[in-house]
Structure formats: structure tokens, C-alpha cells
């Protein structure tokens, strides 16, 4: 079946630097995208959304950006702390499927 | 406030013998509610979800089942467990119609 996949399993960036994880998702039915940020041991927690009628949502530090013509969804974080170090996951909902389909994880390491 | 509960924390479990996870939400009505499973070092995949009490879809044939007794109660259970059914179970709950999920704590099973 089609699937949401990501360009880098990990990503080392230093304390203060803008962050961007890579998505590219193969369903181009999917109109709905979230990333999610997951800590050792600790369920995924919601950190952007973005619909496909859109191609960037802003939020606290966050970025979204999402291009259609590629199918490639990104997120930016800015000014990247040592708190941000987590594995970041994009997940994907196609319309009628009440269900999110994840992606393989990217790890991101901020070194101080 | 909407939370949702997600216990045991952690399981060791011998092969063999039965499981039952179990998952409560707080605060809203109707919910969608999911079982998501994670192997060390991947991302999450689907395993059940439910729109209505009573009602159980299945994403993945496997060792596996669900059950939703009550409106904001969701089960996972096994007959008998696997080696392979070691993992970390993720509960996750969303509002009906919309695709942002809010995830539980999770329980770390360990199959020996």
C-alpha cells in the first residue's frame, strides 16, 4: 500500500541552529498531515497540522510546508534547544480513512 | 479537560500466556479510539480502531484483538502471546471527523 516515508533517519544539528526534517508521502488522496514529536519511552505528542489546502502553517518555533506537486511535506524548527532532541514522526489521513498512517521516524540530536 | 489512561506501564509477559491492555479516556464523548503498535527504533503501525463501542476495525491480521465495552473504554488482548508481539502499545484517541489524535503514555511489553 502507499506509504509515508522520510529522507534522514537522524539529523544532528547544533543548539541554536534552524532544524528541517524531511517527509515525501506517496498518497496523493492524503489530505490531512501532522508531525509528531516523540521522546524516549513517551507516546507521540502533536506538534503542527497542516491541511492540503494549504502550504504553510506557522506555529511556536515551528514550521510546516507542505508542496503537493512533489509530495513532500517538511518541518522547520528554529532555533533548535536541546529539549527539541526527539525522534520526529509525519503521519498522513487520506479522506474516508479514519485512520493516521506514520512514517519511519527521523531522530533529531541537538548538540550543545 | 479531555486525558486519556493507559496502563500497565510496563509488562513482562511469558510466551504463551494472555494479555489485556486497557485505555480510558477523559472528557469528550464518541471518540475515535486507536491501538498502535511500535517496534524499537520504528515508527508506529495501526492495529485496531474503533468509531463506536462495539465496534472494531482491523488493520493487521496477527496474534492480536480488540474490544470497546464502554464509549471511552478500548482493550487489547491476545489468547496467547508471541515473541514477536513484544513492543511498545500506544493508545490514541481522537475527535470524530477530525485527524489530530492525542496519544497515551504507552505500555512497554516485553515477551520472554
Known amino acids: 500500500g502507499e506509504s509515508v516515508g522520510l529522507h534522514l533517519p537522524t539529523l544532528s544539528v547544533q543548539e541554536g541552529d534552524n532544524s528541517i526534517i524531511n517527509c515525501a508521502y506517496s498518497n496523493s488522496a492524503s489530505d490531512y498531515f501532522i508531525w509528531y514529536k516523540q521522546e524516549s519511552g513517551k507516546g507521540p505528542q502533536f506538534i503542527i497540522d497542516?491541511?492540503?489546502?494549504?502550504d504553510k502553517r506557522q506555529g511556536q518555533r515551528v514550521t510546516v510546508l507542505l508542496n503537493k506537486t512533489v509530495k513532500h511535506l517538511s518541518l522547520q524548527i528554529a532555533a533548535t534547544q536541546p529539549g527539541d532532541s526527539a525522534v520526529y514522526f509525519c503521519a498522513e489521513i487520506e479522506p474516508g480513512r479514519r485512520a493516521l498512517t506514520f512514517g519511519s521516524g527521523t531522530r533529531l540530536q541537538v548538540q550543545p | 479537560s479531555q486525558t486519556i489512561h493507559q496502563w500497565p506501564a510496563t509488562l513482562v509477559q511469558p510466551v504463551g500466556s494472555p494479555l489485556s491492555l486497557e485505555c480510558t479516556v477523559e472528557?469528550?464523548?464518541?471518540?475515535?479510539l486507536y491501538w498502535y503498535r511500535q517496534a524499537a527504533g520504528r515508527g508506529l503501525q495501526l492495529l485496531f480502531y474503533?468509531?463506536?463501542?462495539?465496534?472494531i476495525s482491523s488493520e493487521v491480521p496477527q496474534n492480536l484483538s480488540a474490544s470497546r465495552p464502554q464509549d471511552r473504554q478500548f482493550i487489547l488482548s491476545s489468547k496467547k502471546l508471541l515473541l514477536s508481539d513484544s513492543g511498545f502499545y500506544l493508545c490514541a484517541w481522537s475527535v470524530r471527523g477530525e485527524g489530530g489524535y492525542t496519544f497515551g503514555s504507552g505500555t512497554r511489553l516485553t515477551v520472554v
Open positions: 497542516i491541511r492540503s489546502n494549504m
Open positions: 472528557g469528550t464523548s464518541n471518540p475515535n
Open positions: 474503533s468509531v463506536g463501542i462495539g465496534q
